[in-house]
């Protein structure tokens, strides 16, 4: 399935990103709150970890990303594969409101380099994330070793990931698809998790 089938536009952002941003800001809102009320394990620290929540939220940092890296449509729904392998490299990182940002840019970097014939450079992808150059480069680094240079993405797999996302986006409560540390959460539909094993993390 093509990405213009799910890219309806609000405000010049395609459908498909603005939900997407707002998934992962479920999800990082989630653990926060599961870690806050003591109900899940203390969050590994990596690279990707800020010392501070940022100021933006991620749906205005993930149209930030959309208005100034002119990927191709199809990188964010690349980026999202990328971050579900990641996160299944690494059980013990969950996404909170200290890492999504940082594991954002990084991702739709990743596929941006992989997937579009001309990209920018890891200076402007920093400056674009609000992160200096040096970082930018050292989480690329990272994110590229814990997928284990796994980029490629086959039309099955995407076709699959995409198909997901648009019955998602038809509901009127989206499943919180990647992995939450909250039982309460991981629990709600376990037949619909156990159907949909290849997007959960």
């Known amino acids: 399935m093509d990405m213009e089938v799910v890219g309806e536009r ?20 989630s653990n926060d709150t599961c870690r806050a009320i003591g109900s899940s394990t203390q969050n590994k620290v990596t690279v990707f970890h800020g010392l501070t929540r940022p100021p ?42 200290f890492n999504i940002h940082r594991l954002l840019i990084t991702s739709v970097m990743a596929a941006a380099k992989f997937m579009d014939d001309i990209c920018y450079n890891n200076a402007y992808f920093a400056k674009v994330g609000g992160i200096s150059t040096m970082e930018m480069n050292y989480m690329e680094r990272e994110f590229l070793f814990g997928l284990n240079f796994r980029l490629n993405v086959t039309p099955t797999e995407y076709h699959s990931y995409c198909t997901y996302l648009q019955r998602e986006m038809c509901l009127d409560y989206p499943v919180i698809l990647l992995r939450s540390q909250c039982s309460s959460l991981s629990e709600v539909d376990e037949s619909k998790n156990q159907q949909k094993q290849q997007i959960t993390l």
Not at 10 to 29: Q, T, W, Y
């Open 56 to 97: 933006i939220s991620l749906g205005s940092y993930m149209e930030r990303i959309f208005t100034y890296a002119n990927c191709s449509p199809c990188c964010y729904a690349i980026a999202y594969i990328y971050l579900d392998r990641f996160v299944q490299r690494y059980p013990l990182l969950s996404f909170d409101s």
């Open 10 to 29: 609000h405000s010049g952002v395609p459908r498909l990103v603005r939900f997407l941003s707002s998934l992962l800001e479920r999800i990082a809102v």
